[in-house]
């Protein structure tokens, strides 16, 4: 096949180069994402320019991953500094990043002794990690909420609720039962002496922020011990700041017996983890039962280290909580009746539009310069980086009429 670069007919300069990689784009890659919406090719801060030279202010943060935004100095120095000094070993060997990240990730928790922690290389990763712990419990079943979304492994994908995801992979792993999410009846129902674990996001992210409603998780943190099932909360979204405080499930007040962590952790850079609360939920797995050649490798864990150090030092905790709640009084001030409310907490934020406008005011959005994605119908959701300002926020609630206008959005 030929590979080689095909310059757009009748397109010169940078808009002729942007159409040229696009090309050359679905020559050459896998087409399971569609046609991208733009070439990027750098960022700083929470901007990012496409080869056109166009400036995005960018309030989604690869999906909730940049959590110190781009080309952060912190990041950028720490990944340069282990990279000259070690990147790889294999798990026959331990490093001292590795070992620093994993009692850094246990405070944060505030993990009783006993507790571990396991790095892998991506959100679904980690979920394959906690079905196998929940396997070990000697159960088969596992529950999950519709609505969930834990990722696109085989084994996770049996826990993620969209059918069009599923359906073309099936068969695929047996004994998932899925519950209506926020409904303690359906899981009290549910939960019997063949559930190995219950597997739930504190906030549905991909689902279209939706949070777990007022008791809930505690109500499944009770049920689940009195079946002898585990408590997984899937954190690969809401963890490491994202919502406000370091872990969604800290919000809530309870302990879960593990939690799954990605997105946010590396700040760009892959790296998820398990992290197993207490000595018996730890001693489940054991040596020779799970692995990873990359999971854990240094240069991933000084990145993780570098974004903790970060957020911790700069308050971007209490910074999320704020700029969010400011957010979202900027877009009730809108009193625009096409928008129905914005749920969420801290940083992760779902606006609620009156009709199915969401890909049409993303689509608009992008055109203006905004970073936003339309992960449902009616629903524009935000991820920005935690060190984005309240400005940069409103700025975007501002533009929300205009943008509805544009698509002919009415209410
Ligand atoms: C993104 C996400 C995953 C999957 O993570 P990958 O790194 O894409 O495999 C799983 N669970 C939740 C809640 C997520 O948001």
Redesign the pocket.
């Known amino acids: 096949m030929n590979q080689e670069a095909h310059p757009h007919a009748g397109l010169v300069g940078p808009a002729g180069r942007a159409e040229d990689l696009l090309d050359r784009y679905s020559r050459s890659y896998l087409q399971v994402f569609g046609r991208p919406q733009r070439v990027l090719e750098r960022g700083q801060g929470v901007r990012v320019w496409d080869v056109q030279g166009r400036e995005y202010l960018d309030l989604l943060a690869g ?2 991953v940049n959590a110190l935004g781009h080309s952060h100095p912190d990041l950028v120095a720490a990944i340069a500094e282990q990279a000259g000094q070690l990147i790889h070993t294999s798990n026959f060997f331990t490093t001292p990043t590795q070992v620093a990240l994993a009692e850094r990730l246990l405070g944060m928790a505030g993990a009783p002794a006993g507790s571990a922690v396991l790095f892998v ?7 394959e990690a906690a079905i196998k712990l929940g396997r070990r419990t000697g159960r088969p079943g596992i529950i999950t909420a519709q609505g ?6 085989t084994g ?1 994908l049996a826990l ?1 609720a969209k059918a069009a995801y599923r359906e073309p992979f099936e068969p695929l792993l047996p004994g998932i039962n899925r519950v209506p999410f926020g409904d303690e009846a359906a899981l009290r129902a549910a939960l019997d002496d063949q559930v190995g674990a219950v597997i739930l ?1 504190p906030i ?3 689902g279209g922020v939706v949070p777990a409603p007022p008791g809930y998780l505690q109500s499944a943190r009770e049920l689940t011990r009195e079946h002898g099932a585990l408590l997984v909360l ?5 963890g490491i700041g994202r919502t406000g405080t370091w872990f969604a499930f800290q919000q809530a007040g309870i302990t879960p017996d593990a939690i ?1 962590l ?2 946010g952790l590396g700040g760009g850079f ?1 790296i ?1 983890a398990l992290i197993t609360f207490g000595p018996e939920v730890s001693g489940l797995l054991s040596a020779g039962q799970h692995g990873t050649t990359f999971g854990g490798n240094p240069l991933a864990c000084a990145a993780g280290l570098a974004v903790l150090e970060v957020i911790e030092r700069d308050g971007l905790l209490g910074a999320a909580r704020t700029v969010g709640q400011a957010f979202t009084q900027a877009v009730a001030a809108l009193q625009d009746p096409r928008i129905t409310g914005v749920r969420g907490e801290g940083l992760l934020i779902g606006i609620g539009l009156a009709g199915p406008w969401a890909p049409h005011v993303a689509t608009a959005a992008l055109d203006r310069g905004f970073i936003v994605n339309a992960v449902r119908e009616d629903t524009i959701r935000l991820a920005p980086p935690l060190i984005v300002q309240e400005d940069d926020m409103t700025s975007f609630a501002l533009a929300l009429p205009t943008l509805l206008d544009s698509i002919g959005g009415d209410g």
């Open positions: 999906i909730a290389n991506s959100g679904a990763e980690a979920i969930a979304f834990h990722g696109r492994t996770a993620t996001e549905q992210g991909e899937d954190e690969i979204q809401t799954t990605a997105k892959p998820g």
